[in-house]
């Protein structure tokens, strides 16, 4: 089965086998894609895609469609905040021509700049903060980032991410408010819940901007203590914050999530995730276990009126 109950279709991020997406974008490191065989194994339709896969849109053609997957999402590591637009669009060229020559539409942009993801020294608690009129020009200026994408034949959604400077509910729903409709949203459920917030609710507040969801769950016990603690992001992957859906370690109600998706009537990828580091657990053993919870969860959701609204939605 391909497809959750009112679509949505699943699959997994490459992270589970080769850790968290870093700053410096593309790889040239040769690797094994041995990994591909377990995605497919796994049951999943789709992966993200990863800095070490082919930048060849014919060999990325090819090694995809030999483990009968497709691309869900190209994830970019953005730097707008102080580039130019012309400056930006000229890094996101050749990572636009794979995309739509693999027949994904969907850039899913992270804004690395001065984030704290590599630093050990520094706690997620300090990372960098934008002035409320700081995020509304960028919004504006993000915005023309969408349009021409969209142009292009291609769509922009933000991802939030630990260590960088839009990350909370706060941020993000102030960058959507002072964007435009090209703007879309990726919901994540880890970062959304380590930040404080309720990802059912934001389901339900930003569902006519959600273009994407990658479900990964806070063992509460480990992102507690990161909190009282200060733990940098590197110290945050080794200590395993976060788990795949399914895994009984994780804190997410997937209920209350799918609820909120069956309503919002969304039909783009759910993607299986989790920021740790690969060699603490068994990728395909977590692949598997996603799975199985993410099947539970779309019969959950195909009934959704036996649900009650998740605390925000209308």
């Not at 041995?34 to 993200?48: F, K, M, N, S, T």
């Not at 669009?89 to 700049?113: H, Q, W």
């Not at 989790?274 to 195909?302: G, I, K, V, W, Y």
Request: some cysteine; overall charge negative; proline content about 6%.
């Amino acid at each position: 089965m391909d497809k959750l109950s009112w679509n949505a279709k699943l699959g997994v991020a490459p992270e589970l086998w080769l850790g968290p997406m870093a700053e410096s974008g593309r790889s040239r490191t040769p690797v094994s894609y041995d990994w591909l065989a377990e995605v497919a194994r796994a049951g999943y339709a789709g992966i993200e895609l990863h800095p070490t896969l082919p930048d060849d849109p014919r060999a990325l053609g090819l090694l995809l469609s030999d483990h009968g997957l497709v691309l869900a999402a190209a994830p970019f590591v953005g730097g707008l905040l102080e580039l130019t637009l012309d400056e930006e669009k000229r890094r996101i060229g050749p990572s636009l021509d794979l995309l739509l020559a693999s027949d994904c539409r969907l850039l899913t942009y992270t804004d690395f700049t001065l984030s704290v993801r590599r630093d050990e020294a520094t706690a997620l608690a300090d990372r960098y903060v934008l002035r409320r009129d700081d995020v509304r020009r960028y919004g504006e200026k993000l915005t023309r980032l969408a349009d021409w994408l969209a142009a292009e034949g291609a769509m922009l959604a933000y991802q939030p991410r630990l260590g960088t400077f839009l990350a909370s509910e706060v941020e993000i729903g102030l960058l959507l408010e002072s964007s435009d409709v090209t703007v879309g949203f990726v919901l994540d459920t880890g970062v959304s819940a380590f930040e404080g917030a309720d990802p059912a609710a934001l389901v339900g507040r930003h569902k006519d901007r959600l273009r994407h969801v990658r479900i990964q769950a806070p063992r509460k016990p480990v992102a507690e203590r990161a909190r009282a603690e200060r733990w940098s992001f590197p110290r945050l992957v080794r200590e395993g914050a976060f788990t795949v859906p399914g895994d009984a370690a994780g804190t997410l109600d997937l209920a209350a999530l799918g609820a909120g998706l069956a309503r919002a009537g969304y039909e783009g990828w759910i993607v299986a995730a989790a920021e740790r580091a690969p060699e603490t657990r068994n990728p395909l053993e977590d692949a598997e276990m996603a799975m199985e919870a993410l099947h539970a969860f779309a019969d959950a959701a195909s009934t959704p009126s036996q649900h009650e609204p998740a605390r925000g939605e209308p």
